[in-house]
Antibody, heavy 115, light 105 residues
Framework: EVQLVESGGGLVQPGGSLRLSCAASGFTFSSYWMYWVRQAPGKGLVWVARINSDGRSTRYADSVKGRFTVSRDNAENILYLQMNSLRAEDSAVYYC????????WGQGTLVTVSS | EIVMTQSPATLSVSPGERATLSCRASQSVSSNLAWYQQRPGQAPRLLIYAASTRATGIPARFSGSGSETEFTLTISSLQSEDSAVYYCQQYDSRGTFGQGTKVEI
């Protein structure tokens, strides 16, 4: 089955760190660019980061630049998002998404930043 | 950063009617524009890419048009299951989304 499954979300204190993972299956993961997209409760979709197929090129939204790092392991078919210096405004459901057209979405993992 | 602006914020329509949703880019994105549907409690679903190409399995009542900075999503003959929030997204530079249009039926 073609799918993306995120994990690693949870409750973290402001200033803390969290690493999200996204396991891909059913397609040739190494051929696709990948995105992380987030959605705060009751809000819209926000692009967070993207990585090219071999992992050598990454881009970030201004709001997370310098704090978040996207990476991938093409041998294990896993996408990562390392999130440091977390803030309350980073609280959201984080989706792993296959690019370029964002045609395959995971179910999302909830990150809550609160003391 | 390219800013995407959608209008209207909310659209109330009756079953069988046509809905027209607009999306404007702050600068040209060529045809690098996609539309997504998000029903409550679900992940978004790709409807349209390359401004006018329907994604796999998307009904023909969904159509997209436009280029450069002005884009439109048309839903002809609305059905109850089309109640959702619709987002446009440019993928010409990074991947910014519009703020969404809620369609109420």
């Amino acid at each position: 089955e073609v799918q993306l499954v995120e994990s690693g979300g949870g409750l973290v204190q402001p200033g803390g760190s969290l690493r999200l993972s996204c396991a891909a299956s059913g397609f040739t993961f190494s051929s696709y660019w990948m995105y992380w997209v987030r959605q705060a409760p009751g809000k819209g979709l926000v692009w967070v980061a993207r990585i090219n197929s071999d992992g050598r090129s990454t881009r970030y939204a201004d709001s997370v630049k310098g704090r978040f790092t996207v990476s991938r392991d093409n041998a294990e078919n896993i996408l990562y998002l390392q999130m440091n210096s977390l803030r309350a405004e980073d609280s959201a459901v984080y989706y792993c998404v296959r690019a370029v057209y964002l045609d395959l979405w995971g179910q999302g993992t909830l990150v809550t930043v609160s003391s | 950063e390219i800013v995407m602006t959608q209008s209207p914020a909310t659209l109330s329509v009756s079953p069988g009617e046509r809905a027209t949703l607009s999306c404007r880019a702050s600068q040209s994105v060529s045809s690098n524009l996609a539309w997504y549907q998000q029903r409550p409690g679900q992940a978004p679903r790709l409807l349209i890419y390359a401004a006018s190409t329907r994604a796999t399995g998307i009904p023909a009542r969904f159509s997209g048009s436009g280029s450069e900075t002005e884009f439109t999503l048309t839903i002809s003959s609305l059905q109850s299951e089309d109640s959702a929030v619709y987002y446009c997204q440019q993928y010409d530079s990074r991947g910014t989304f519009g703020q969404g249009t809620k369609v109420e039926i």
